[in-house]
Each structure stands twice: as structure tokens, then as C-alpha cells.
């Protein structure tokens, strides 16, 4: 129990002195997947031969004294981030048997540094929820109680982290889809500022908001794999040039004179009770360690999940207007190309997806365009300018992660309002393309994780993990029966 | 009722880039089918378009060359739309916020000199091809992402004369800037007409309909003049036109319709999130002005101008992008400007005309022009046996100095041969020699043509004049 327990620094000691080797280490993992994940249901693609041909590869680098920080580390992969030669399905029917012939930029660099790849994890289709449950398969569990969900759309991955499946992930976040998952399955995920890392190879969601970024067992492992995977990229002309840090640089100084912002609206009645009181607890360990607490107000809040179907919805409609059937994915049958696309899309595509492209269409579309799509982009300027006010008088801000701990599989699917507002804490932060840490701050009565989110000015990421690291350092986690004794 | 014609245009061109306009991708015309794509061209799910600097600079010269305003602040939309042979499902174009915007660009038509508006030129990726085969459909990619730029103009134009005078200008124009190589054959040029009719003078425009994809000057003038036939044969007869996009048929000569009003598409353009707009400074736009090659009118001034050509054979050259870069670069070979210039309007252009060259690809060099001008010139061969040699370097591409060689066609001022080729033409045309010496010395120049026909340009005309005034007055 050791080893799956370890920080990815121990691993890499570990790995360095020879304990254990890459091959070992990937065994003891993929030993766990196949023991506890027919249950959990993380991974869609499990890489075992691959993946230990790459452990060889990274023990031969580890033999030289060569190691980079993630040589023979092993990792899970969010299932929209292309993997060359091996499927990546965004967990939907329409890319069942999409096998990119390339890798995102992300995987490139983390091959660069030899790492190990164990599979490819479940996630909601095309991204699109926030329960992992509109996946067309591997339906991914909360791995704290299995009648509940893991979150999403990252669920497949912060579910890995959670069960000691897999000691980090990438995943990726549109509107929460890295935070709110972490915050379900007790780990630490942390959301980019956008552009930070490349998008290539990340199948786009919603293009203007989409950021790939960690999920690990701490803030550390989260900025030691921010250090691999940022920079900017030629193949990216959204990525920022902004210099690359050592964002694990921070960890261990003082946080003393901190401004942490409270936004009232953050701790509306809307948020769970037992959310609200653990996070302001939080809020008192963090002045306990000599932060200072600023209240706050952000207007535009009640406006933000309106602003984000919209953007998001409409970027999604013409992003996912490539999968016709014709070159690859799932082929419909018809007798000319538009019944022929039209069947490949029916069958293709699940109902949340389905309901994402016509909400978006119907945005753009001329007569409604200046009603929806503009207003939403005068929105976004608004809550940049409240994020900008906001960060003249403070240095973080602290919210929940989400209103609710990890709810009930089934609870929530069939009102797709409610499923939306859930959203509420995290898609302000990929609207103002601002970086957010989640971490667990407690658990409820029913010993579900809850997570807070800081959130940083752009590209203060080290700052955060800084941040999310002097909490750590004091906080009991709760064990699960997948990582108990 | 007197019906008059309102025309607009959009004219499609491909930019001559290397590469394609968001990927590496080569942009030559041609090649196996599919085997110039990537996946980012294809459209593969992941991938990211990023673009191409070159394209931006080439439409930026496209506009300064048509007098229009460069913004100074630009970006790309999204234009939706499902078609097999655009692998996104959307086209990146600009909507709000093209490149250029306002122009004009001055023709001859009609006798009289119009200036013709543009409206906005834009930049844009090509779609693929279509490729329809018994009851299959196959697509290829490779065209898919070459950079266009879409020349939109205001409805200035009035008849099928203004339409193909416009797009012979700026096709020479964009060629002349290194923009569009213009081959229309190639598909790098076409053409959108929009056409209506109304009564002269009236303040309202009558229903338009659009022609597609015209790509020759041949079939622009031809759908031109029919539409404005159909549209006014409908009108005549009290019916009406109905709006919609219109396809010519190159063999019967006439239009059909593709789609009506009702089936036009919601493109749902909106801005494209991949890539950052763009900004230029001053000195950006100003670098970019600055490397804009000579154009054709100021050609035909410094022709005119500094050479003292004729204005029809300045006219001529300037015509055709290849022919003028022959002449100067032939010019700076060898400095005759005129006998060069009278040479390549009349006997090369000829045997272009004929068919028997292809201005773009010739076999033989400038300098090998120049230094067939220059053997003329320097009394090395007679003028008339530039003509047999030209024919010669076109059909083998051989030198001119190996032609002459090979021909035996140098000029020898064998006087002995002179003297005696002299003596028999005079022999055998006694009438005419008869006419001179009684004061009709007008058939001096017969007598000198048959000479020199007889000597096949072995001598030198004075020789031959010298030889034949002596014989003639003695």
C-alpha cells in the first residue's frame, strides 16, 4: 500500500534508487485496474502491452542516470486527447473506433520525458455533463460509494486518481470538467489558465474554452505535471508564448499576507449547507496560516451558466459538425449523403450531445444570433471585468468546487436544467480563461468528498499550487475501499 | 421599356503560396489524389489550424494593388455548412472584419475608361473536389485548405464587355504581384455573377440571380449575355424572376437552377475561437507595400515611356505576365528594346496564337531571345532568318548560334556569290529591270526582295543594295 500512496517525487526516488522498476511499477498498477476497475469502470482503453514496452523504454533512461521528472511514472489519459495508433473515443459511439494516426502535443512531451501510459479513461461524451454517465460506455463510479457518480466530464480520470488506479491523469476542462470531478473523487485537479497548455490533439468541446490539464493526489503532483505538459506550441495559435515556470517553485513558502476573496455569491443558498460551512472552514484554516480573507461580490454569477451553454454550445454545434461518417467514425446508411449523415449522426451521437448541437445551432442562428450568441459574449466581458476588480484587492479567490458532494447515479440526468446549473462554481473561471485549483477540504455525512477551488490571475498557477499546498500539508484524507487498508 | 443590366461580381483566387493557408500542406495544383493532406487539412478531430503568414501578406498586396483600405484589425469566422468535399463541416472565412475593404480598380470598356468598386476582399480556405463516378461519389482533399481570396465588388458593372474587361485587369494585376498565378485552366481563378434587370433609370434593382463558378473569360461573357437574354425574355413576357443560384452549362450555353432563395443555407457564421485575430502595425503594412513588384500599367509607362515602344505593342507585351517578364529580362540581356519588342510581338506572338508555343512554358531562355535579337542586330544573320531560327529554338530549344550553325544561315559577304546570284535575277526579270532603268525605280524593292530570297540571308541587305544599284546603273 506504500507505493500507491506515494507523492510522484517518492516515485521518482523510488524509480531513481532502483525500488522498483518502471516495469514493476506499471505491473502493480495494471494488477489494480484489473482487479477493481470492472467495478469502477475508469478506464475505456487499458494499454497494458504498450505500456510496458514503454516502462522498458523508460528503465533503460532511468539505467543512464537520464531521468526526467516523469520518466516511468504511469499515467491515464482522458479519452479526447488523441493517442497516436491507439483509439481515442471521447467515449461516444460516433469514434468507437477512431484510432488517430497522432498524438496531441501533450502526449508528445510526456513521451518526450519517457512516461508510461496505462490507458485511455472514461469521461461524458464529447465532454458534454458533469456525471460521466452520458459516456456510451464504461459509465464511470464514484469510487466512494459506487451508487454515485464520479463527476465529469473527467470522471474516468479523477475516479483512476481516487481508486489509486493510476497515481495522476490528464484530463481536460471546458466548465468544470477537471475541478468538479476532482472534488467528487477526493483528489486535486488543476484547470490551466487557457493557453497555457496546447490544445492539439485535445478533441474540442468548445474550442474558446477547453484547457488540458492534472488531476493527481496533490497540488505538487498537479505542478509537476503542469511542468511537462506547458508551453507554447506551433501547431496551437491559441497557446500562450508567456514563459513556462517552475510551478512547483512556490510550494513551502510562507503564505502569509495572502489575499484570499470570498465572492458572496459563491455561498448563496443554492450551495449545500454542509458544502458552504466545510469550504468557510477552509477559509479559517487559511487565515489560521496568516491569509488574509476579502469579501467580495461577483454580480454577474446569476448570468454565468446562461453565458456558458450559449458559448459553449454554439462552438460545440460546429466543432462536432465534422463527424458526418464519411472519412472515419461510425457510417450511417442512406441513399444520399444527407440521409447518410443524418443516420451516421442519429446513431452516432447520445441525447446530451444531441442537445448540446441544437441549443447551439439555434444560438447562431440568424434572427436569434444577436439575442443569445452576442449576449453572451457581452456577458463574458462582464465577468472578465468582475475577475479583474476583484483581483485588484485580492490574490486568490475561494469557492466550492461544486454546490453539491457526488450525488446519486440517476439523480439529476433526467433534468438537464438542474445538471446545468450545477455548473455554477466552476464555469465563470474558463469564461475569463483564468487558472482554478480543486482540492478536498472535508466530507459529508455520507463520507463524500467535498472540494474547494482556488482560483488565480493568468498564469499565476504557481501561486495556486503554492496556495492549495499549505492546505494539503495539514488535511486528513479519508480512505476509500479501494485505497483502504 | 428600356431594360439595363446591374452586374456584381465575386472572384475567387487562389494565393500562390508554397503552403497551404492552416497547414504545412504543399499548395501546388494537382497531384494524386489525397496525397497533399494532412491531418489538419482533413479535418481530423484534434487538430488546429494555424495560419500562414504568407497568405495574409499576399492578400494584403492583392488589396493595395485594387486602391483598398487594410484594416487594421482583422480576424476569421466559421461559415457552417455539411458538404462532402469540406472535411469541418465549416469553411474559415471572415465576415465583419476582412482584410481589405473599399477600392476600386479602373477598365477599359465600351470605349470609355469605368472605375469598378470593390467591396471587400477576404481570405479563405479552398474546399476539396468532388469526384462523381457511376453511382459514387469520391472526394479528394488535396485543394482543401489552399488559401482564396474572394474579391467582392459593388454592383458597377452593365453589360458582359465590363464584366470580362474587370476580370482580364485584375487577373493580369494579381499575376503581375506574384498573388494568383491566374491560370484558369488550373481553376485558380473563378468567377460568381450576379445579374439583374431593371428599367434605366429606375432607383430599384430588379431580382437577382447568381452564377457560379465561371472559369473562363469565354464562359463569363457567354452566361452573361444569356441571363441577360433569359432574364429579359422573362420580364418581356410579363413573367418573373425568380431569385436563386444559377449553373452554366458549358455546352448548351444556358443556365439552370442549383438552388432557390428557400433552400439558401444559415451559414451561422461566428467567430472562429482557434485563431487569435490580427493586428498590424504601420510598419508591418508598410514593409509589405513596399515589396509589391511593378505592375502592368507602370510597365507599358516605363515601355512607352523610356523604351519609346509603340502604345499597341507595349499593349501587347504587358498582356501576358510571361511575355513581358521574357522581354525585360531579354532587355537586360541585350539592350535593344525595340527590334526586340517588334520581334516578340509579331513573330513570337504568332506562333503562340497558332497554338504552336505556350507563353508560360517556352523551351528556350531570355537571354537565348536576347542573343538571337542580338546576331540580328549585329549583322551576324539577316533579320528575315530570325524567324526560321525562333522556329527552331521552339521546336528543339536549341541556341540561336547552334540554329545558325547548323543551318549554315550565317551571313558570308561572298561578293563572288553576290555578284552572281545579282547577275541571274536581273537575267530572268528583264521587264522589270527594263522599268527601272526608264526612271520606275519603285521595283528596286522587288528586285531586292528576290535576291534576297535567292541568297537566303547569306548577305547583308547593304551588300545585296550595293551590288544590285551598281549592276543596274552601269
Redesign the interface.
Same mark, same amino acid.
Given at each position: 500500500m506504500e507505493l500507491i500512496n506515494a507523492s510522484l517525487k517518492t516515485l521518482r526516488t523510488m524509480l531513481d534508487n532502483k525500488e522498483i522498476s518502471a516495469r514493476e511499477l506499471a505491473k502493480e498498477y495494471y494488477d489494480r485496474i484489473k482487479k477493481y476497475d470492472p467495478e469502477l469502470e475508469s478506464y475505456i482503453t487499458v494499454t497494458d502491452e504498450q505500456a510496458l514496452s514503454d516502462a522498458d523504454e523508460a528503465q533503460k533512461r532511468i539505467d543512464e542516470k537520464n531521468a526526467a521528472p516523469l520518466t516511468g511514472i504511469p499515467l491515464a489519459i482522458k479519452d %479526447?486527447?488523441?493517442t497516436d495508433g491507439i483509439r481515442?473515443t471521447?467515449a461516444s459511439r460516433m469514434?468507437e473506433n477512431?484510432v @488517430? @494516426?497522432?498524438n496531441?502535443t501533450v502526449i508528445e512531451k510526456l513521451k518526450g520525458q519517457n512516461y508510461v501510459l496505462l490507458g485511455k479513461t472514461s469521461m461524458d461524451e464529447f465532454a458534454m455533463g458533469g456525471s460521466t454517465q452520458t459516456a456510451a460506455f464504461s459509465k464511470t463510479k464514484n469510487p466512494y460509494d459506487i451508487t454515485r457518480v464520479p463527476g465529469g466530464s473527467s470522471g474516468g480520470s479523477a475516479c483512476a486518481v481516487g481508486a489509486k488506479l493510476a497515481p495522476a491523469a490528464l484530463g481536460s476542462d471546458t466548465g468544470g470538467s477537471i475541478r468538479q470531478p476532482a472534488s467528487f473523487c477526493g483528489v486535486t485537479g488543476l484547470k490551466p489558465t487557457y493557453g497555457r497548455v496546447s490544445? =492539439?490533439?485535445?478533441? /474540442?468541446f468548445?474550442?474558446?474554452l477547453d484547457q488540458i490539464g492534472p488531476i493527481a493526489n496533490s497540488a505538487e503532483d498537479c505542478g509537476i505535471l503542469l511542468n511537462a505538459i506547458a508551453g507554447a506550441d506551433?501547431?496551437? /495559435?491559441?497557446s500562450s508564448p508567456a514563459p513556462v515556470e517552475d510551478y512547483t517553485a512556490l510550494i513551502g513558502q510562507d503564505i502569509k499576507g495572502l489575499k484570499i476573496a470570498l465572492p458572496a455569491e459563491f455561498y448563496s443558498d443554492s450551495t449545500d449547507d454542509e458544502v458552504k460551512s466545510t469550504v468557510l472552514s477552509a477559509a479559517k484554516e487559511y487565515e489560521r496560516l496568516g491569509a488574509e480573507l476579502v469579501q467580495c461580490n461577483m454580480s454577474s454569477l446569476k448570468y454565468a451558466v446562461a453565458a456558458y451553454y450559449l458559448i459553449s454550445g /454554439?462552438?460545440a454545434?460546429?466543432n462536432l459538425?465534422?463527424?458526418?461518417g464519411?472519412?472515419?467514425g461510425l457510417r450511417g446508411e442512406g441513399k444520399s449523403?444527407?440521409e447518410m449523415?443524418r443516420d451516421s449522426r442519429s446513431k452516432g451521437f447520445g441525447a446530451e450531445v444531441k442537445r448540446r448541437i441544437l441549443l447551439g %445551432?439555434y444560438a447562431?442562428?440568424?434572427g436569434y =444570433?444577436d439575442a443569445y =450568441?452576442r449576449k453572451a459574449l457581452a456577458l463574458k466581458q462582464l465577468i472578465i471585468k468582475e475577475y479583474n476588480d476583484i483581483f485588484d484587492k485580492a490574490d486568490v479567490i475561494l469557492t466550492p468546487t461544486a454546490p453539491t458532494a457526488a450525488y446519486k447515479i440517476g439523480e439529476q440526468e433526467s433534468d438537464p436544467v438542474k445538471m446545468y446549473l450545477a455548473d455554477i462554481c466552476t464555469v465563470t473561471v474558463n469564461i475569463a480563461s483564468l487558472p482554478a485549483i480543486s482540492l478536498p477540504c472535508g466530507y459529508n455525512a455520507d463520507g463524500m468528498p467535498i472540494g474547494m477551488s482556488l482560483v488565480g490571475k493568468r498564469f499565476g498557477e504557481a501561486v495556486l499550487i503554492q496556495t492549495a499546498d499549505a492546505y494539503q500539508r495539514g488535511f486528513k484524507y479519508e480512505p476509500n475501499k479501494y485505497t483502504g487498508a | 421599356m428600356k431594360l439595363y443590366p446591374t452586374i456584381g461580381l465575386e472572384i475567387h483566387a487562389e494565393l500562390l503560396t508554397q503552403s497551404k493557408v492552416f497547414c504545412t500542406c504543399s499548395a501546388q495544383f494537382g497531384g494524386e489524389p489525397n496525397s497533399r493532406c494532412c #491531418?489538419v487539412c482533413?479535418?481530423?478531430?484534434?487538430?488546429? #489550424?494555424?495560419?500562414n503568414a504568407k497568405a495574409v501578406e499576399y492578400i494584403i498586396k492583392a488589396g493595395y494593388i485594387m486602391n483598398c483600405d487594410i484594416s487594421r484589425f482583422t480576424k476569421w469566422d466559421?461559415k457552417?455548412y455539411?458538404?462532402?468535399d469540406l #472535411?469541418?463541416?465549416?469553411q474559415i472565412s471572415q465576415m465583419p472584419r476582412p482584410v481589405c475593404l473599399g477600392g476600386y480598380v479602373d477598365i477599359e470598356s465600351e470605349g470609355e475608361t469605368k472605375r469598378m468598386r470593390i467591396n471587400r476582399i477576404h481570405l479563405e480556405e479552398d474546399a476539396g473536389k468532388l469526384v462523381h463516378q457511376n453511382r459514387v461519389?469520391l472526394?479528394d482533399y488535396n485543394r482543401c485548405g489552399i488559401p482564396l481570396i474572394e474579391i467582392v465588388t459593388e454592383p458597377d458593372f452593365h453589360s458582359a464587355q465590363d464584366v470580362t474587361a474587370f476580370f482580364e485587369k485584375i487577373r493580369l494585376m494579381l499575376q503581375y504581384a506574384g498573388v494568383c498565378d491566374g491560370r484558369l485552366e488550373q481553376g485558380s481563378m473563378r468567377c460568381d455573377v450576379n445579374i439583374s434587370l431593371a428599367e434605366k433609370g429606375s432607383d430599384t434593382l430588379g431580382t437577382r440571380t447568381e452564377v457560379k463558378n465561371l472559369n473562363s473569360l469565354k464562359a463569363i461573357q457567354r452566361a452573361v449575355e444569356y441571363e441577360i437574354y433569359r432574364q429579359t425574355e422573362l420580364i418581356e413576357n410579363g413573367e418573373r424572376v425568380i431569385q436563386e443560384t444559377l449553373h452554366f452549362n458549358d455546352a448548351t450555353g444556358e443556365t439552370s437552377s442549383l438552388r432557390s432563395k428557400e433552400d439558401a443555407h444559415?451559414y451561422?457564421?461566428?467567430p472562429d475561437?482557434?485563431?487569435?485575430p490580427i493586428i498590424f502595425t504601420e510598419e508591418e503594412l508598410e514593409q509589405i507595400r513596399a515589396d509589391i513588384p511593378e505592375m502592368p500599367q507602370q510597365r507599358y509607362d516605363r515601355y512607352v515611356g523610356e523604351y519609346g515602344i509603340s502604345p499597341t505593342d507595349a499593349s501587347v507585351i504587358i498582356n501576358n505576365k510571361a511575355i513581358s517578364d521574357l522581354f525585360d529580362n531579354a532587355v537586360k540581356a541585350y539592350n535593344a528594346p525595340k527590334p526586340t519588342a517588334s520581334f516578340i510581338t509579331v513573330e513570337l506572338m504568332r506562333r503562340i496564337n497558332l497554338g504552336e508555343a505556350n507563353a508560360e512554358e517556352l523551351p528556350f531562355a531570355a537571354k537565348e531571345l536576347a542573343r538571337l535579337i542580338e546576331l540580328a542586330e549585329t549583322g551576324k544573320i539577316s533579320k528575315d532568318n530570325r524567324k526560321v531560327i525562333l522556329r527552331e529554338m521552339l521546336s528543339s530549344g536549341k541556341a540561336p548560334d547552334d540554329v545558325a550553325e547548323e543551318l549554315q544561315l550565317w551571313i558570308k559577304e561572298d561578293n563572288a556569290l553576290i555578284e552572281k546570284t545579282v547577275d541571274e535575277i536581273l537575267a530572268a526579270n528583264p521587264t522589270p529591270v527594263e522599268q527601272y532603268r526608264s526612271g520606275q525605280t519603285k521595283v528596286f524593292g522587288f528586285l531586292m526582295g528576290q535576291c534576297n530570297k535567292a541568297l537566303k540571308g547569306s548577305a547583308s541587305p547593304a551588300a545585296i543594295k550595293q551590288m544590285l544599284e551598281k549592276k543596274l546603273n552601269s
Open positions: %479526447n486527447i488523441c481515442t471521447c469514434l477512431f @488517430p @494516426p497522432y496531441a490544445r =492539439y490533439g485535445l478533441i /474540442a468548445a474550442s474558446s506551433a501547431h496551437d /495559435a491559441t /454554439a462552438e454545434a460546429s459538425s465534422r463527424f458526418d464519411i472519412k472515419y449523403f444527407d449523415i %445551432n447562431l442562428s440568424s =444570433y =450568441y | #491531418p482533413s479535418g481530423l478531430p484534434g487538430t488546429l #489550424p494555424v495560419l466559421r457552417n455539411f458538404y462532402p #472535411p469541418k463541416a465549416y461519389s472526394a444559415d451561422r457564421y461566428f475561437p482557434d485563431i487569435p
